[in-house]
């Protein structure tokens, strides 16, 4: 028995913390990958594409669909989740430049966002789907 607690405290003394719940709805720096990255295998094993609409977060499952609005225009667009951003990177999304285009801050390099996770019923609800989605 004293075997198993000390088997569930290991992580807490080694100061790694438990994966916090990931909030439906964050806000933060966005940027957009660079075009170097374009035909590289991301963290979900598929190619990049710079002109699809997909996105690297760092705590969102691999897959998660996000709305991310640019707070300075009110320009929104969805995007899966296919990629991990860089341990240090303190962004809380990079985009794909088709993605960036589209919220209008390609010219910029950075804007402040908020990012929500929505669902495919959302998505299918849209009206007008130029969203360009990759397949899932």
Do not use: C
């Amino acid at each position: 028995m004293l075997k198993h607690a000390l088997l569930l405290l290991l992580p807490v003394m080694a100061g790694i913390a438990p994966a916090k719940a990931q909030l439906k709805t964050s806000t933060g720096t966005a940027s957009y990958y660079a075009q170097k990255f374009h035909g590289r295998k991301t963290a979900s094993g598929e190619i990049f594409d710079n002109n699809g609409m997909t996105a690297a977060h760092n705590t969102l499952p691999l897959g998660t669909l996000i709305k991310v609005t640019n707070l300075r225009n009110n320009r929104w667009v969805v995007v899966r989740v296919t990629d991990r951003l860089h341990a240090a990177n303190r962004r809380i999304v990079d985009l794909t430049q088709a993605a960036a285009k589209k919220l209008g801050f390609i010219h910029w390099g950075l804007t402040k966002v908020k990012v929500e996770v929505v669902t495919k019923e959302f998505v299918n609800s849209l009206p007008i789907l130029d969203l360009a989605m990759n397949p899932s």
